[in-house]
Structure formats: structure tokens, C-alpha cells
């Protein structure tokens, strides 16, 4: 017997009903997101697949966000992403591209920012896993940074032995990914320490013998969002990246996520939408970009890199892959144009 009654029920059947609710909740649930940015000069998404696993082979899984340390609905929606794709796909760390903490991180290791911008926003059942974290340009406010190095003898979730650091993941027995963590802020504002981090960062990746080498931080080299390219990381890091064939270079700062052609081998990656978003564009050199919330899951394999850029929805918006060896390099110099130069602002 219909149990259903209202004015509706006279014109529209059942199933009309059910497809109108559902999208009522829909649009509930993702009400007050931060959803209105734009992306200038949009280009097609290329076609793309992502490869089926295959039985017997290893992998390692991360995701990678940048620029979330907000606390509000915007973060905790991504946190919420990250446990469905985790759950669905696997997930073994966490890489955080910076600005953990607005708008002046941390003032100690029992700072109550701690508990609603990282414990419990992330205390879900399948994001149990640690947190390899970056240091952005709001985290060093006010000498603050030091704190989050404190933090990790603390809390066994949060991984940041020092302000630049670099960990390894065993893929199978005979291949391993490295992850180089930098601390561009202090790069970018130059000086001794600048110089001290970069001798440390060549001494790394002369001394790596992993298969896939990974840099990541929270400032981009190349970038065609509102920040845009930075001078210094293009002058210091870049030489380095290429020289040591690093397979890519990960950061956030612009709050949008892109996928850029490799430039002398290596592949440039934002994924700065952990909570906040903001308007960017195509470039020259862009494969992929998008804005509003998400963030970048990744799969590797010993032979085979791929990465995923995750919407505001949970949807695979675009996935790009590519294999040890096969990657142009073309170099910096043959280009008209990668990313662009803006004037910066501090946020």
C-alpha cells in the first residue's frame, strides 16, 4: 500500500520522488564546501585509464595534501574522501605539502590546534596511517615550526624528524621509492640555511639508490596557479631534480591541483586543495588542472608510477601514468614557457 501522501504524490510517481530526494541530500551534503573557484583558459581533459592492478605485484599507495590545516567542513569533507578512497583503493602514508596549520601554526605541542585541525579531523578508520609532513609558509609563523619537529616525538602518527628530512618505502625486494621532504619556505626566503638544506638535498640524491625518487614540499618550482613559479626553487632545486633524475617534484601553495609536461625528466605535481581552493589556469605546459576540493592519490609500483587527482565528489577527474625509463626529458631551456611569473603573496 502507498504510504506516501502530499501534494507532490498526486503529479510526480514514486521513482521521481526517490531521484529528487536523493538529490536534495546531495546538495546538502555539500553545502558551505568551498566550491566556486575557477580554472581560466579550461582545456578538454585528456583521455585517459588507469591500469588494472596486477595479481602478485607489489605497490605502494599514498595520498598527498597540501594547504589544509583549517579545521572547518572544507577540511574534514577531504578528510572524509581520503578515508572512502583509502578504503576502496588502499593507502599505506600520508604526504602533507604544507601550511598544516592556519594562519599561524602551532604554538606548542599541546597547542589545542592539534586535536581539530589534525587528530580527530583524521581519526577515521582507515586513515590510520602516518603523516610524512612538510613545513608551508604559515607554519613558520612567528618561529612556530619548531613545534610541529617537537610534535613527532609525541604523537607516532605525525612523521617530521626535522624541518627537511628523507624516508624510503620498500616496493618489492628489489625496488624502493624515496621521499625527499624540503623546507622551502626557507629556500625561498634564501640566506645560509637555504644554502645548508640544498647541499644536504644533493648529498641525499647522490647517496640514493631507490628506484623512484619523489621530492616534495610546500613551494612550487613551476606552477601556473595564482602564486605561480618560484624564482629561487627554479634556480636552486630545479638543477637538482634533474640532475639526479628525479621522477617528480610534488607541493601545494597554489590552492588547485596540476599536473605538468616533465621538464628534463621530471614531472611537477600541485596538490594544494586540502581545504581551501582558489583560481587557476591552463598553461603551455599543463596536462591537467583543476580547483575547488581534493587531493592526489598515487599507486607505484617497480615499474610503474601512477597518480590519480580526486574531486570534491570522490570522482577520479583525471589519472596520468608513466613507466621507469619512458619519460621525455626534455630540458628547461627548449621551453617558451613553464608556469609563470607573478608577483607572490604570503598565503
Known sequence: MDTMHGPLTKFLPRYVLVVLIGCLALACRFSGLDEKSRVENRKSVPEFSIPER???RNYVYFIAIGDQGMGDNNQKHVARLMNEKARNDSLHFVLTLGDNFYSKGVTSVNDMQWQFKFEKIYDLAHLRAPFYASLGNHDHSNGNARHQVEYAKKNPKWKMPHYYYTFSKAIDAHSSIQFFVLDTYVIV???????????????????????WKIVYGHHPVFSYGKHGNEVRMIDLVRPLLEKYAVDAYLCGHDHDRQLLEPVGGVYYIVSGTGAKSRDTRYGETTIFAETNLGFTWFRVSAGEFHVQFINVYGDVEYAHTWTKGAVPKRPYEAFSEVGRFVTNEDD
Open 54 to 56: 596486477v595479481p602478485g
Open 189 to 211: 626566503q634564501s640566506g645560509e640555511y637555504a644554502i645548508e638544506q640544498i647541499d644536504w638535498l644533493e648529498r641525499e640524491l647522490q647517496a640514493s639508490t631507490a628506484t
